[in-house]
Structures are given as structure tokens and as C-alpha cells.
């Protein structure tokens, strides 16, 4: 854990946040500020800084990402509506907090873009 981190501090429980799904593994919670119907991140619950910085040694946690996205899509109403997940890698990627994070959106037809300029 990084004590400086705000993601970290949302797993603790120091800070406030509209937890929707957890695990050993595994926090989901909603974007604060959300650009879609549903709008929720999901996180590992150990400190991993981007996607450059999975290893074999931390990777057990992000695999448990992956198997969480369908539970979070469940509770979220969008399973079979379908739904985008999206993550940001460094500075020309458009990270702003620096623990990795996954974007999962949806409850609406998403554009076909991905790409903004
Ligand atoms: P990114 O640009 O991929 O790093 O995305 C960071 C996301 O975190 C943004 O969509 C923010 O709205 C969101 N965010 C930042 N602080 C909080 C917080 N305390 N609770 C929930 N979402 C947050
Ligand atoms: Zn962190």
C-alpha cells in the first residue's frame, strides 16, 4: 500500500467512496465523477502503479480484476446490455491517479469512438 495514494486510501476506508463490489482481491466503486450512466472503477487492492508495473509477482491480483469485471457489470444492471472497460497507462494515456484502475462503463449505447484528440 502507498500511504499517499487516494486509491489506497478508499481500500482502507479512510476516505469515503460508493463502494458497489469487493473482494480479497478486488474493489469496485463509483466514479466521482462519471461519464456515463455507469461509471465504476475497479481496482486491485494492493498498490500496482500502472499496467507497465504487473509483474509475476503481483499478477494474481489483476487477474482477479478481470474475473471481477462480469460480477461488478451483474450488480451495475449491465451484463447483458453490455458495457466498455478502459484503462489509462502514464502520461500520454491520460492517467491522473497513479494506482491501476479500470474503467467500467456503460447503461448507454457508447460512442465508437476511443480516441480523443
Ligand atoms: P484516470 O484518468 O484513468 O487516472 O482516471 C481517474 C479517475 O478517478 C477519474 O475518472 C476520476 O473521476 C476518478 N476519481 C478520482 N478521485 C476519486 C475518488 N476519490 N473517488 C472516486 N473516483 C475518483
Ligand atoms: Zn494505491
Excluded: W
Amino acid at each position: 500500500m502507498d500511504e499517499n495514494c487516494i486509491f489506497c486510501k478508499i481500500i482502507k476506508g479512510e476516505i469515503p467512496s460508493n463502494i458497489v463490489y469487493e473482494n480479497e482481491y478486488v474493489c469496485a466503486f463509483k466514479d466521482l465523477n462519471p461519464v456515463a450512466p455507469v461509471h465504476i472503477l475497479v481496482i486491485p487492492k494492493i498498490h500496482i502503479q500502472d499496467l507497465e508495473h504487473v509483474n509475476k509477482e503481483n499478477v494474481e491480483y489483476v487477474a482477479k480484476v478481470q474475473e471481477a469485471f462480469k460480477e461488478v457489470a451483474k450488480i451495475a444492471g449491465v451484463n447483458e446490455s453490455g458495457y466498455r472497460v478502459i484503462c489509462n497507462c502514464g502520461k500520454d494515456g491520460g492517467q491522473e491517479v497513479k494506482h491501476l484502475h479500470y474503467h467500467l462503463l456503460g447503461g448507454k449505447k457508447l460512442g465508437t469512438k476511443i480516441i480523443n484528440d
